[in-house]
């Protein structure tokens, strides 16, 4: 019961903070591809994958005062910070539900920009693609986030670097 | 002439009770309309178990797919003049309508969860696979299938066509929310689709609504917002669904217990293992899910037994109100108790959640992944539906969200009277 709910309860308190809705939805798809069981469904969106249960669980979360949302202006941007709150983390530890350590990959992740976890998630989504296939497409899809073939090379280490853990 | 251009000698059409006739012309659209993968969605219910709480919700998937088809087939006829429109995306439009939906299996949402599948990627390998619609599609051209694929999937670069699919206002959504309303028999769910086709534009990366339209598109968006909490949010079909889930879970658990089956359960031991290939995925309708669970009604196993009768009589868990917030520790209470009674909490309990957000708007400067509905005003500037309508923008980006907790009423019932774990048991529900 509410296993769902707290897996993504046990990734917020691994990552202590996580900062952009952006990168939230990104990371949690690569943890996902990365042999982690989270439940939310994705689909393709504006920025990649992009998941509309993972969305609806968080506000979920935060409306029963597991997690807290703040919304902040960075640069004459928005962007929203989430933490597990201390019901939240009562609620973990009483639900007994057994979650796995992600935390080495949350930090890798955390070291990352969102623009490129955007890309590794998008390189990912077409797993099922030839190398050359997937640069194609990552190249029409995302033309309009101007991806040099550097930040691909760098992209195709990190996936190699996920395979590792 | 080519067979992508090829027309029927005449005109086909199928009688339906939302759009009252579907058109078909196109040889691409009768020949993939034939073939056994997109045949066999008459065999899966477009609502699932809602027939358990509106008994008229019977409708398919089959029936739906043809009614997305119409809708787009009537868009682009509308589009034909219109500027920003290239012709030569009509039949690739029509097909991706056509098969949107061609991945479902039995009951999309609770076998897809069990069994951690998920129907987008089996349309893709349909589409794309050893089967008869890519025999058909691939006829047309032999990249064809791909590019279908693409739009379903909806990593194709042209957004245009993509949105009349897939956003917030597309023939999906227009369909199924007129057929359900349909079909269930509700008087919401309604609104005025052949004024908003009128007033559909074509743009460069969505289709817009003239700003004339704005009130049939509120309604579009007020019908959805009810057909969620009074249809598919339905506290009686997702008992249902709660069982649902709890066969498949048995049965699995059963599988790999070693248990045997007085029936071999053939069709799913390849869920079982995830190992599915296409070929078990599409032998798997919901005549044939029916059929293990009738017989499975009389396995000796206590509990698959007894969800599968309660399926099958429609003898569904009660529920109550609950707050998983504030409440959470009389949920673990409450499981400790029904362990204590000999009830399996696994599978005799669950809180369930239902959220939805009935539109979502762009806000400056964040990274929002919904494309909103733009009205296009008479000197052709695009505005934001939410800032243009007071109805809208009082429901835009607030979620609601819905949390029950459901259990088997009867087997507490059965506890004898003087007991003191069916008075806590009671204490807890009843508070």
């Known amino acids: ?165 | 002439m080519s067979y992508r251009d090829e027309q029927l000698s005449e005109e086909k059409v199928f009688k339906d009770p939302v759009h009252r006739y579907i058109h078909v012309r196109d040889r691409v659209i009768w020949d993939l309309i034939g073939t056994p993968e997109f045949q066999r969605l008459r065999r899966i219910k477009q609502l699932g178990t809602t027939y358990l709480t509106f008994h008229g919700a019977e409708h398919s998937r089959f029936s739906h797919s043809l009614g997305v088809y119409e809708i787009v087939r009537r868009i682009v006829e509308n589009f034909r003049e219109q500027p920003n429109w290239n012709e030569n995306d009509r039949l690739l439009c029509l097909c991706a309508a056509l098969l949107h939906d061609l991945g479902h299996g039995p009951f999309s949402h609770s076998f897809e969860k069990v069994f951690d599948l998920d129907h987008e990627d089996y349309t893709r390998e349909i589409i794309l696979g050893d089967t008869k619609v890519n025999e058909v599609l691939s006829n047309v051209d032999p990249h064809f299938p791909q590019e279908v694929a693409d739009i379903i999937h909806k990593t194709h670069p042209n957004k245009l066509v993509v949105s009349l699919i897939s956003s917030q206002i597309d023939a999906d959504r227009m369909d199924y929310l007129q057929r359900d309303a349909y079909f269930t028999g509700v008087s919401y769910g309604h609104f005025d689709m052949e004024r908003i086709l009128r007033v559909m534009r074509p743009m460069d990366d969505q289709a817009v609504i003239k700003e004339s339209g704005m009130h049939a598109v509120e309604d579009y968006i007020m019908s959805r917002y009810q057909m969620y909490w009074q249809v598919y949010f339905h506290p009686v079909t997702r008992s249902a669904e709660v069982i649902l889930s709890k066969i498949l879970h048995r049965a699995k658990e059963l599988y790999h217990s070693d248990y045997k089956f007085k029936l071999a359960p053939t069709h799913f031991v390849s869920f079982f293992e995830k190992r599915v290939s296409l070929d078990d995925y599409l032998k798997l309708d919901e005549n044939v899910v029916f059929y293990y669970f009738h017989i499975w009604q009389e396995e000796e196993d206590d509990i698959l037994s007894d969800l599968c009768r309660r399926f099958v009589d429609r003898d569904l868990y009660k529920y109550i109100e609950f707050n998983p917030g504030s409440e959470y520790r009389e949920l673990m209470d409450l499981k400790d108790c029904f362990i204590e009674a000999g009830i399996d909490p696994s599978y005799y309990l669950e809180v369930d959640s239902s959220s939805d957000l009935p539109y979502d708007f762009y806000r400056q400067g964040e990274d929002e992944e919904r494309l909103p509905i733009l009205l296009q005003v008479p000197n052709g500037e695009l505005k934001e539906l939410s800032r243009q309508s007071e109805i809208v923008e009082a429901i835009s980006g607030k979620k609601r969200t819905d949390h029950k907790l459901y259990y088997a009423e009867d087997l507490i019932e059965k506890l004898p009277e003087d007991s003191q774990i069916k008075r806590r048991i009671n204490e807890i529900i009843k508070g």
């Open chain 1, 1 to 165: 019961m509410l296993e769902d709910h707290a897996k993504l309860m046990s990734f917020f308190e691994q990552a202590d903070e996580v900062v952009g809705r952006k990168r939230l939805q990104k990371m949690v798809y690569i943890l996902k591809k990365s042999g982690f069981n989270f439940s939310e469904r994705y689909s393709f969106h504006f920025y990649g994958p992009y998941s509309e249960e993972l969305s609806t669980r968080i506000e979920e979360l935060c409306n029963l005062g597991f997690l807290v949302e703040e919304r902040e202006k960075e640069k004459g941007y928005y962007q929203y910070r989430y933490t597990l709150t201390d019901h939240g983390t009562s609620f973990l530890t009483d639900s007994n539900v057994e979650t796995p350590d992600m935390s080495g990959l949350i930090d890798r992740m955390n070291d990352q920009s969102s623009k490129f976890l955007e890309l590794v998630s998008t390189m990912l989504f077409f797993d099922n693609f030839s190398k050359e296939e997937v640069e194609e497409k990552v190249f029409t899809v995302k033309s309009k986030q101007n991806y040099s073939q550097q930040d691909l090379d760098d992209a195709w280490a990190f996936i190699d670097e996920l395979k590792q853990h």
